[in-house]
């Protein structure tokens, strides 16, 4: 498996350490319900399909990245850097 | 402040076998600089008062000894100049790293053996430099003319010297039986 880094180009899976689903990018707001805190610490969908989740960098530039990628055929549909996300969310 | 003896990670060795040089360098200081945001321009400004600017991914330059060398998203590596008040969150990493050479005919034969890129002149031009794995070590490494410089974590270096090291003897070895 090689993962596209959107700074250091294709790099092996190996450079790379896996956090999991993409909802840690979405945390509840300060005096959200604790359902909120719930789904966002302990619920994860397992989808058979197209997922998007969370991969560090760490033996490379040290950037996270989000990866969309089919749990079906193991194709990674995309790879974008996590701080252009959030630059773009605040933009 | 008193100035005290520094010693070098690799007590200055080098070693030569087959087409492959490997021996410490010694860089000078290093400053890690991450521009503070919106603050880019004012640093390349004063980067540009040496002669240098700050580097994008996966390159370095140059000027009068001095060099600046990109280590990841919004970082880079000055090695050299000591700069005040720069526009940036600025770190001594002077002895945090050792520096590694390693030229000669056969170096990126050498070091593809343990780094998963392909270094060769034509895909690693000279103002080229990565991030990557030198094995299991994270590594910075730039084109330096004919050869490559290398920084390991200062705890590495003797790893990053035996494995680089073992690497120059199975090429002699080839080299030696006509493989
Ligand atoms: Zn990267």
């Not at chain 1, 450079?15 to 707001?29: H, K, Q, T, V, W």
């Not at chain 2, 343990?114 to 000279?126: C, G, T």
């Not at chain 2, 730039?142 to 090429?171: C, N, P, Y």
Request: net charge negative; aromatic share 8%.
């Amino acid at each position: 498996m090689r993962l596209n880094c959107p700074l250091c180009g294709p790099r092996d899976r190996r450079e790379f350490y896996y956090y999991g689903s993409e909802d840690y990018l979405n945390r509840p707001a300060e005096g959200a319900a604790p359902q909120a805190w719930d789904d966002y610490l302990h619920l994860r969908d397992n989808p058979a399909g197209v997922t998007k989740d969370l991969w560090y960098h760490e033996l490379g530039c040290a950037s996270w990245l989000r990866v969309t990628r089919n749990t079906l055929t193991h194709e990674i549909l995309a790879t974008e850097l996590v701080a252009d996300l959030k630059r773009e969310a605040t933009a | 402040m008193p100035s005290l003896i520094a010693k070098s990670p690799l007590d200055g060795k080098s070693l030569t076998m087959g087409g492959v040089t490997l021996a410490e360098a010694v860089p000078g200081p290093i400053t890690s600089v991450a521009p503070f945001a919106g603050r880019e321009a004012e640093l390349s400004q004063a980067l540009r008062s040496l002669g240098l600017s700050f580097p994008a991914p996966n390159t370095f330059n140059e000027s009068s000894g001095d060099l600046i060398v990109w280590t990841g998203r919004d970082q880079a590596f000055l090695i050299g100049p000591l700069l005040e008040g720069l526009p940036a969150a600025t770190t001594d990493q002077s002895d945090g790293w050792a520096a590694l050479s390693v030229s000669g005919p056969d170096a990126a034969a050498a070091l593809m053996r343990l780094i998963p890129l392909d270094l060769r002149v034509a895909a690693f031009p000279p103002g080229r430099a990565a991030r990557a794995p030198l094995n299991h070590m994270a590594a910075v490494i730039w084109r330096d003319g004919e050869g490559f410089t290398l920084l390991v974590f200062r705890s590495m270096a003797q790893t990053a010297w035996h494995e680089i090291e073992t690497a120059m003897k199975a090429l002699a070895a080839r080299a030696a039986v006509g493989a």
